[in-house]
C-alpha cells in the first residue's frame, strides 16, 4: 500500500466524519503543466460519473492549510515536492451540489443520510502549482478512476465550481507573471530561451518581442548560460540555460518588476 494513500473506503470517508478534520473546509489544487505548446490542467474522473474533478481534500485540525493542500495533492494524485501558491478562497452558498454529493456516496457504497457531513456547505481554498510534465506520472485515488492531463482550452466537464477555479488559478499565474519567475518547475534542467518565452507566451496568449524578454531575463540573474546545442550549423545553434535555483527561489519569495 502507497503510504499517505487511503485504498478503502473505510479509509478514504471515516476520518472525516471525525474531530480530526475541519467541518466545511477544504483545499481544491489546479496543477499545471507545459507540453507541445500548451498549457495542461491535471484533473481525476469522479467514479460512476462523467464528470471530472480538482485534486482536493479536508483539512486537518493539526496541520497548516499549506500542509493540507501538500498532502492532499500527494494522495489524490501522487505528486509531491510540489510548490503551491494559494491564489483565492471559493465560498458561494451553493457552489456544492447535494445531487453530486449523493452520486459520488452512492459510488462508494455509502448510504446518504440527510445532515451527514458531506451534505454540508463547504469553502474551499484555491491553490496552484507548476509542474514538469513530463515527470509527472499522475495516480489515481479510491475517489477517481483515472488522473490525465487536458488541454486549458480543451478542458471537460467538472463537478461543483471547478471550472470556475481552474480560470481564476489562471487569472492569478498570468497576474503573478508580473513579479515572481516562473519556469523552474515547467522545463527540463536546461533550456532554450525560446522554450522559456513560449511559456510566458502561452499563458499571457501573446506574442513577447524577443530581444527585450531575453535582455529582462538575463538581466534577474536567475539563469545560467550554458554550452551551445550543437544541431546545426555552430553560429545558428541556440545557447541552453539553467536556472540559478537560489536566486530563482529568492525572487519567488521578494517579488520583481517584469514590465509585460
Known amino acids: 500500500m502507497k503510504k499517505g494513500i487511503a485504498h478503502t473506503t473505510e479509509e478514504a470517508i471515516q476520518p472525516v466524519a ?112 507548476l509542474v514538469e510534465f513530463e515527470k509527472v506520472k499522475p495516480t489515481p485515488d479510491t475517489f477517481s478512476v483515472s488522473c490525465a492531463w487536458f488541454d486549458l482550452n480543451a478542458l471537460p466537464t467538472m463537478i461543483f465550481d471547478h471550472k470556475e477555479i481552474v480560470e481564476q488559478a489562471l487569472v492569478a499565474l498570468r497576474q503573478h507573471l508580473h513579479y515572481k519567475p516562473i519556469g523552474y518547475s515547467l522545463l527540463p534542467s536546461t533550456f532554450t530561451m525560446k522554450s522559456l518565452q513560449a511559456i510566458y507566451e502561452t499563458i499571457l496568449q501573446r506574442k513577447l518581442d524577443r530581444s527585450n524578454f531575453n535582455r529582462k531575463m538575463l538581466s534577474l540573474g536567475i539563469l545560467e548560460k550554458k554550452e551551445k546545442l550543437f544541431t546545426g550549423a555552430a553560429h545558428k545553434a541556440p545557447y541552453q540555460y539553467s536556472f540559478n535555483k537560489k536566486e530563482y527561489f529568492r525572487l519567488l519569495k521578494e517579488g520583481f518588476g517584469m514590465p509585460f
Open 18 to 129: 471525525t474531530e480530526a478534520y475541519l467541518p466545511g473546509l477544504s483545499v481544491d489544487n489546479v496543477i499545471f503543466g507545459f507540453h507541445a505548446d500548451q498549457l495542461k490542467v491535471l484533473l481525476l474522473e469522479c467514479r460512476n460519473r462523467k464528470d471530472w474533478m480538482l485534486p482536493g481534500g479536508y483539512i486537518r485540525k493539526d496541520e497548516s492549510v499549506d500542509d493540507a493542500a501538500k498532502r492532499v495533492l500527494q494522495d489524490r494524485s501522487g505528486l509531491k515536492n510540489v510548490y503551491l501558491q494559494q491564489f483565492s478562497v471559493f465560498g458561494e452558498t451553493r457552489r456544492t451540489k447535494e445531487s453530486v454529493m449523493r452520486s459520488a456516496m452512492k459510488s462508494l457504497d455509502i448510504t446518504f443520510k440527510d445532515g451527514d457531513w458531506f451534505n454540508q456547505r463547504y469553502v474551499t481554498i484555491g491553490y496552484y502549482a
